[in-house]
């Protein structure tokens, strides 16, 4: 180990040619994300960073890039890890074969079912991996006062991890009203994030300019909500960074990326927010979304420097984000550019994936304690719980649900009513939705209409559900609602199809009812099967039900969801009646 003088020294000597370099990078095409441009030259590279472009010939090693591209590797601006329903060292292994070697991610999921034992675990298993995972604190736990979730973070609970070199700042503020309204509960942790010198992320769905100018006064600089291009301007004009935001829920790229130019493209970077396993393995990560921007007309450099460069400078990484001396040696070749087809990952100027393949060994994996592993506790119910009330004009609010997107539809519908209660009817598409508080064993259940997944019959529930995590379940009869919501208590969480009383398939998701405790293959498996059993109940449409079903729980996204104590109408942000 080396004194930080000696490491100077070292580096030194090995950028003014004296001594060998540990490794070189010949023959290759290095992007040089400052200028846009592509450079032939060498690379020489000083435990693990970048400390020479020129003419090298003396190394340790040499790596022939063989004529192909070089480029930093990428970075996903923001993601939940828990949405890919594997812990971070599961993760790392299927994210990194893509390209990316950093990520910033906020732990709000786990932390709304178990709180700072939920933080502290992702803060362990993301530990000494071949891929950078940095943190931001949850801003919202609970997200709302509209739900009820497993704990709560105040500004006291998160101060002392803003010591952690791993922590950035606070994580997507998204109590608009809270702001709005300047209370103390979100300005304490505002404040105490800016006290530290801590970035801070925005979450503005579907709100107007004049909202725009509370976050940025706040002093919060990035927005990952944007589905439209006026949406994507009002928050680069008042100095925000754009992120564009291909996930599995929300896939807004192909709106957004007409708004980047190369005036404003500095201030825009990509991230995936939420996706799935299955996505992440047949899609890609980042690399997905650089490859869809060229494929949309953007130019192939500045893609890769949204995804890298500019990823970097938004959250204050001043040694990431670049091939140039002084930055961390984390880079990518590229055999073909248009595709942005990868032969082989570098961290820190370690391969750590060739050919799609990860490479580092196995480390050990981190203890998942019972807090963390025993979280659905729900009272007895029966099919009477599930009941919904109709009066005698069977007039009901109904929530349509947009393929892809995680905005709804407000709808008034007549519906179908057996003795007073509203009766699924898979043939006008009009499903029973319910959520139960599975934290506290509280008790609170809601039940209302929704429209759009076009099941017809059966029943389909998860534990993963947008913010607080309580179970959802969508079904076409009650029986098999309860059968499903009953499954998942006894597997400890997941996902669930039901048919006739039959569990047909299923996900444990065993820690915090979100991540699996098995490898991503296993993951993976399971659900493709579940894919494969989906159209036993009727679906054919072209999207993600689960993946749709775990967001209609989140009230700050507009216009109609439903939550353990009710529907909710996120434009007046009130619970009302299901039944008018």
């Known amino acids: 180990m080396y004194s930080a003088k000696e490491q100077l020294t070292k580096d030194l000597n090995i950028a003014s040619k004296?001594?060998?370099?540990?490794?070189?990078?010949?023959?290759?095409?290095?992007?040089?994300?400052?200028?846009?441009?592509?450079?032939?030259?060498?690379?020489?590279?000083?435990?693990?960073?970048f400390v020479g472009i020129g003419h090298y010939q003396e190394a340790a090693r040499i790596i022939d890039a063989k004529g192909q591209y070089v480029s930093p590797s990428f970075i996903d601006g923001h993601v939940h890890i828990e949405s890919s329903m594997v812990t971070p060292d599961e993760y790392s292994k299927?994210?990194?074969?893509?390209?990316?070697?950093?990520?910033?991610?906020?732990?709000?999921?786990?932390?709304?079912?178990?709180g700072e034992e939920g933080l502290q675990f992702m803060l362990q298993n993301a530990d000494k991996l071949p891929l950078d995972v940095l943190f931001m604190l949850p801003s919202c736990v609970p997200a709302t006062p509209f739900e009820h979730s497993g704990a709560q973070l105040t500004a006291?609970?998160?101060?002392?991890?803003?010591?952690?070199?791993?922590?950035?700042?606070?994580?997507?503020v998204m109590d608009y009203p809270s702001l709005l309204n300047t209370k103390d509960n979100l300005l304490d942790k505002i404040t105490m994030t800016h006290q530290y010198?801590?970035?801070?992320?925005?979450?503005?769905?579907?709100?107007?300019?004049?909202?725009?100018?509370?976050f940025r006064t706040a002093g919060i600089t990035t927005d990952h909500e944007c589905t439209k291009a006026d949406e994507a301007m009002d928050r680069l004009r008042r100095g925000m960074y754009l992120m564009i935001r291909e996930g599995s829920a929300a896939k807004d790229l192909n709106a957004l990326i007409t708004v980047v130019t190369p005036y404003n493209a500095?201030?825009?970077?990509?991230?995936?927010?939420?996706k799935h396993?299955?996505?992440?393995?047949?899609?890609?990560?980042?690399?997905?979304?650089?490859?869809?921007?060229?494929?949309?007309?953007?130019?192939?450099?500045?893609?890769?420097?949204?995804?890298?460069?500019?990823?970097?400078?938004?959250?204050?990484?001043?040694?990431?984000?670049?091939?140039?001396?002084?930055?961390?040696a984390d880079f990518l070749l590229l055999e073909d550019l248009e595709k942005v087809k990868i032969s082989e990952v570098y961290k820190q100027g370690i391969r750590v994936s060739h050919n799609g393949s990860y490479t580092p060994s196995e480390n050990g994996k981190s203890k998942k304690p019972a807090p963390i592993t025993n979280t659905i506790h729900i009272p007895a119910l029966t099919e009477d719980h599930l009941k919904l009330p109709i009066s005698e004009a069977q007039q009901a609010h109904v929530i349509k649900i947009n393929p892809n997107q995680l905005l709804t539809n407000k709808l008034i519908e007549k519906v179908d009513t057996e003795n007073g209660f509203f009766k699924a009817s898979p043939d006008k598409d009009q499903l029973k939705l319910t959520v139960v508080e599975r934290h506290k064993q509280t008790g609170h259940?809601?039940?209302?209409?929704?429209?759009?997944?076009?099941?017809?019959?059966?029943?389909?529930?998860?534990?993963?559900?947008?913010?607080?995590?309580?179970?959802?379940?969508?079904?076409?009869?009650?029986?098999?609602l309860l059968k499903a919501i009953y499954t998942l208590k006894e597997m400890n969480g997941g996902l669930v199809i039901v048919k006739n009383g039959e569990v047909l398939?299923?996900?444990?998701?065993?820690?915090?009812?979100?991540?699996?405790?098995?490898?991503?293959?296993?993951?993976?498996?399971?659900?493709?099967?579940?894919?494969?059993?989906?159209?036993?109940?009727?679906?054919?449409?072209?999207?993600?039900?689960?993946?749709?079903l775990s967001f209609l729980t989140l009230p700050v996204i507009p216009s109609l969801k439903l939550t353990d104590m009710g529907l909710f109408d996120v434009e007046t942000f009130q619970h009302i009646e299901v039944s008018l």
């Open 505 to 548: 398939s299923s996900l444990p998701l065993p820690i915090a009812g979100l991540m699996s405790d098995q490898p991503f293959p296993f993951v993976n498996e399971r659900l493709e099967h579940i894919g494969e059993v989906l159209p036993s109940l009727g679906f054919t449409k072209d999207f993600n039900p689960f993946l749709t």
């Open 197 to 214: 010198g801590g970035k801070l992320d925005g979450h503005l769905a579907g709100l107007e300019s004049n909202a725009v100018n509370l």
């Open 445 to 480: 259940l809601g039940v209302g209409i929704v429209k759009g997944f076009g099941l017809k019959e059966g029943a389909i529930a998860t534990t993963i559900a947008h913010d607080s995590h309580n179970i959802v379940a969508l079904g076409a009869n009650d029986h098999d």
């Open 266 to 274: 500095r201030r825009c970077l990509f991230c995936t927010d939420d």
């Open 94 to 114: 299927v994210v990194v074969p893509h390209g990316v070697t950093t990520v910033v991610t906020d732990p709000h999921e786990i932390a709304n079912v178990c």
């Open 18 to 49: 004296k001594t060998p370099a540990d490794t070189i990078i010949k023959n290759g095409k290095i992007l040089d994300v400052f200028n846009l441009e592509w450079m032939e030259a060498d690379v020489a590279i000083s435990d693990g960073k």
């Open 277 to 328: 396993l299955d996505e992440l393995m047949e899609e890609g990560s980042i690399d997905h979304n650089v490859r869809l921007s060229i494929q949309q007309g953007l130019s192939p450099q500045i893609a890769l420097q949204m995804a890298s460069l500019n990823a970097a400078e938004c959250y204050g990484l001043s040694h990431k984000g670049a091939i140039a001396p002084g930055y961390d």
């Open 156 to 172: 006291a609970d998160l101060e002392k991890y803003l010591d952690n070199p791993s922590v950035l700042g606070l994580a997507e």
